[in-house]
């Protein structure tokens, strides 16, 4: 079985491409900046394209205008990120400037990675920028953002980046060693792999212990940990405080936690369905159904489909459930709501007749399926 060290250097051995996300604590002055920079400059010279994904606009604005504690109005703390973004990308491309190369800044709310269209447009614009040796620096776009558009936090945007990308690791630079065990409240030895998350990995999360200047926590480093590890892809959390810390990464020593992905890599498009796609409705299926496509790799027929509830086109997103409600597997419809209701629990054979028309056999195809 490989060690902690072999693990890391086998999945730096594959990796072309690396999201880093830097957090609010460790952006709080110009030399922590710097320091940033400086390992981002040699991740590039090992050969690795690099997309930042940068929190501290608030904290940054609170800086400019002389606060000490993160207001609670919503306005107030838009004004903030607007503010502060301008001086933090100001200080990005001065430090980016000592190195010879150029940043880019990407805002993004939500809803611009829902929309296929959108999705593909940041997607191209990321690789135009990399084609181009220019640092991508992606914040959410706090200024604007308002509950139904936000991603919750960086933590899981830089996931959502990573699976857009299809690069192979992320790397979250924190102010905690890696994951600790956590017994009776209090936190023990760093844990140096993790090969899968389940309860009792998830139970040694705990919040952000101030929110003066962040949001977030080691709870949402698991779900940005989860996400990527379902694309497929390594995430690994580590001390940023650290002067070496990128460098060290990029050695595979065994600093920081390493979160291990699954057996396969889900294609770009199908990681669009899973984890971008908003649903548009649910389809209900019965236990051969739902044993078809989580055994057999099948597509969704309308014979096994129960129950049909929302209001969607062809080629919309929809959830599928078994018959106990566990969501299992998202995909594109090739039917619209009303014609759903129609052919449910119908055999092959008889779609043409009902429908009066040529039918897809599958109400949902394998290859526009996803399995949650």
Not at 60 to 89: E, F, H, N, T, Y
Not at 180 to 187: A, D, I, K, M, Q
Not at 212 to 219: A, P
């Amino acid at each position: 079985m490989e060690n902690a060290t072999e693990i890391r250097q086998r999945l730096l051995a594959g990796c072309h491409q690396i999201v880093i996300k830097a957090g609010t604590r460790l952006l709080t002055d110009r030399s922590r900046i710097a320091r940033l920079v400086d390992g981002i400059a040699e991740v590039r010279r090992r050969g690795c394209r690099v997309l930042l994904v940068s929190s501290g606009a608030v904290g940054m604005g609170m800086q400019q205008l002389g606060l000490s504690r993160r207001p609670r109005d919503l306005a107030a703390v838009q004004a903030l990120a607007s503010v502060g973004q301008c001086k933090l990308m100001a200080l990005y491309e001065e430090e980016c400037a000592r190195h010879g190369f150029k940043v880019a800044q990407l805002l993004l709310t939500a809803a611009d990675l829902r929309s296929r269209n959108r999705y593909l447009n940041v997607m191209n614009c990321i690789n135009a920028l990399w084609e181009n040796d220019v640092l991508p620096v992606v914040n959410e776009n706090d200024a604007v953002s308002v509950d139904e558009l936000k991603f919750g936090d960086n933590d899981y945007l830089a996931g959502l980046l990573a699976s857009l990308t299809g690069s192979r690791l992320t790397v979250i630079l924190t102010t905690a060693e890696g994951l600790c065990r956590r017994e009776n409240g209090v936190l023990g030895d760093r844990i140096s792999v993790v090969p899968r998350i389940d309860a009792s990995i998830r139970a040694m999360a705990g919040g952000t212990d101030s929110s003066e200047f962040s949001i977030g926590g080691m709870t949402s480093k698991l779900r940005s940990a989860e996400l990527v590890n379902a694309s497929g892809e390594y995430l690994w959390i580590a001390d940023g405080r650290g002067p070496d810390i990128l460098r060290q990464i990029m050695d595979g020593e065994d600093v920081g936690t390493v979160f291990l992905p699954g057996p396969e890599r889900i294609s770009g498009h199908k990681r669009f369905i899973r984890f971008f796609a908003g649903s548009s409705g649910t389809l209900t299926v019965d236990a051969g159904a739902a044993a078809a496509l989580i055994s057999r790799g099948g597509s969704l027929l309308p014979s096994g489909v129960t129950g049909v509830s929302g209001s969607f086109s062809r080629g919309d997103t929809v959830d599928i459930v078994a018959p106990d409600g566990k969501l299992i597997a998202r995909g594109l419809v090739n039917y619209t709501a009303a014609d759903c209701l129609r052919i449910k629990g119908l055999h092959s054979a008889e779609l043409e007749a009902e429908l009066g028309h040529t039918a897809d056999a599958e109400i949902v195809h394998r290859d526009n399926l996803t399995l949650l």
